[in-house]
């Protein structure tokens, strides 16, 4: 399907956490079905890391389907034939909202000049975008991975703005070995020559060292078992192991297909940005250090979801926020389904998501 | 403790898996306490990818304590008073056994000119050095993570070689992950322009992408609970973040120094050698796809220890071997300890292999 592709600047300068603001920051989105006449269907779709607003639209870099077909559109769990949907890209990525590639006052790209931002930012403009769609309540604010971040984090600084709150394989903090892995991802970006300290736009991307990132995080986003499934041992289009450096295994050719592939579509320098951002994230530590208090003021519904093979965000951090949740006396329900594929279970064909996610939101 | 150090360089040529030689080989080697007169009571001891031979003795370039000083040495677990303990430099590797950096007949690096090797072509080589030496049956060969692979390549292809064979933190095959994460590591160096197809000897070596190949590697050493017990969420020497780029976090600070801390001491090229021949191993594949035949012809006994904080190679692929030699009838004895420490309990204080490890041996 199509959606509505649209860009907004905002008129008002955005306040950053790190103490700066952002000046006539845009944002990119796009709108699936109609909003009804008291505004009251509306339901914000929050993107992950490297994800974008193309939710059930063809990629235009890419030419892909939208990363999100399978949930959304006309008769599908969130049902664009009933809701009105909106997914904006974050601000600091790099697919038409402010980012570091984006021109500063002076007319050349932010680069390292763009400051460093936090997921409460990222929401920050899109409360914003909100408040300019004049969409006071939503029905539902959604996400999976850093999209749950931004789904918790609007939940516990704006909780008037969404009446359900569905968080999808996600936590309210970084670990020490989430963080490892971005720190990984950021050295190789930076290990390329071409980074050249943020300043490449016009010249050669540090594409090297950004499919050496993306091929890390990838690891991280499927389970042991589903490697194992999908490749285990076998060899890439031969017979027996070639004796040299070339990619023998499925594994390998995989993922280097899976690095470069990224290059094509993502700004290193982004990627810098909003890893940092989600390291940032410890909703507990931005709410006096106890996760509770940051759901002290709401009324909306909480549904939470874990995959029990997903080793980045396991079940037992969505369990950890749930245990905030009933302190809190928050209406809330949670599942672990049961998938093999990993933290990107939540892209992935599970039918039993579906089933809780359209449960969920009617 | 000093250990003797000594090289050898072979006399016959060592073949290869791969179909070539290696001529004129040498191997260095440390050894530790007195061989007795009928040759019984020597221990041969296998590093690690990144190990060495100074397992008692301090490192020449670091000037670090040996990797095992814990577990050897007189009246240790491994006593030399008791006992002939050699550890000998894989081929391959970088302190002193011949590998990519070594003279070819040419004179000049092999580099990349240097022959893809095996797990089986290593035990070859430390073969080659138990004849040199006259030590016909060693009274056991132990090894930990890649000296566990040698340890079981040597009990299947040399079955009269040990009595004991001892293997601790292993596997009989790389899976897809294990795979992955090198893949990784060998991207990371190659993506390093300084790398230069292998050729930097005398130049810049690729040193930014070592390191972070390093950095990948020992995220995968350290279980998420030992990163959240050691680091967790802690600041390095500030006391707010730095909305910045600098290393704020602990963890990302014990990285970037353990990937730059790790180029001092070894070459970029020995580390896609031996990355490779790890992945390459697989000693069911070996032996007719039939993981018990590889150990049809064994009298020796075997231990294998794995611990239970080890996601890298897990408790079930100790499992795995264990059920070969099983089928096989094999004497086999199995441990599975609980330490926090993940991948790296086998370097590190874990009382309990202390006492497996001197209760085995004796």
Redesign the interface.
């Known amino acids: 399907m199509a959606g509505a592709s649209r860009t907004l600047t905002l008129a008002q300068a955005l306040p950053l ?3 700066g603001e952002l000046v006539d920051a845009t944002l990119a989105y796009e709108t699936y079905g109609e909003l009804n006449e008291d505004r009251s269907n509306a339901i914000l779709l929050c993107h992950a890391l490297t994800g974008d607003q193309y939710v059930a639209s063809e990629h235009p870099v890419t030419g892909k389907p939208g990363w999100w077909e399978r949930m959304v559109g006309a008769g599908k769990p969130i049902d664009t034939d009933r809701y009105h949907v909106i997914c904006a890209n974050v601000i600091g990525s790099c697919m038409g909202s402010i980012g570091p590639a984006s021109a500063a006052s002076d007319g050349k790209p932010y680069a ?1 000049r763009f ?2 931002i936090t997921i409460r930012d990222m929401v920050r403009g899109l409360v914003a975008l909100l408040d300019a769609l004049e969409i006071e309540t939503l029905h539902a604010v959604v996400g999976g991975s850093m999209g749950g971040m931004q789904a918790l984090s609007l939940a516990a600084n704006w909780p008037e703005r969404a009446a359900r709150v569905l968080v999808i394989a996600s936590t309210s ?5 989430n ?3 971005h ?2 991802g ?3 970006v ?4 071409r980074w050249n300290q943020g300043d490449y736009y016009g010249g050669e991307a540090p594409d ?2 950004l ?2 990132a993306r ?2 995080a990838h ?1 991280t986003y499927l389970s ?1 078992e589903a ?2 499934e ?4 076998n060899l890439q289009d031969r017979d027996a ?1 070639s ?3 070339d ?1 023998d ?1 499925q ?2 050719s995989y ?2 297909y899976q ?1 470069t592939g990224f290059t094509q579509r993502f700004d290193a320098n982004s990627y ?1 940005y909003i890893t ?1 951002a989600m ?2 994230f ?1 909703l507990a ?1 931005e709410h006096g250090g106890k996760l509770a208090n940051a759901f002290a003021g709401t009324d909306a519904r909480f549904c939470l979801v874990s995959f029990d093979s997903d ?1 980045l965000y396991p079940t037992s951090e969505s369990r950890h926020v749930v245990r905030a949740l009933n302190a809190a006396g928050a209406a809330v329900s949670f599942v672990e389904l049961s998938a093999p594929h990993g933290h990107d279970s939540f892209l992935l064909d599970v039918p039993a998501l579906d089933r809780v996610v359209k449960g969920f939101i009617e």
């Open positions: 956490d790190g103490g390292m400051p460093v903090r970084h670990s020490a070995q963080i490892a892995f720190e990984l950021r050295q190789a930076m290990a390329d020559p090297s060292g499919a050496v091929m890390a690891i042991e490697l194992t999908k490749f285990g041992r192991k004796f040299g450096f990619a295994f594994v390998e993922l280097r690095g810098l940092r390291d940032y410890d530590e080793w």
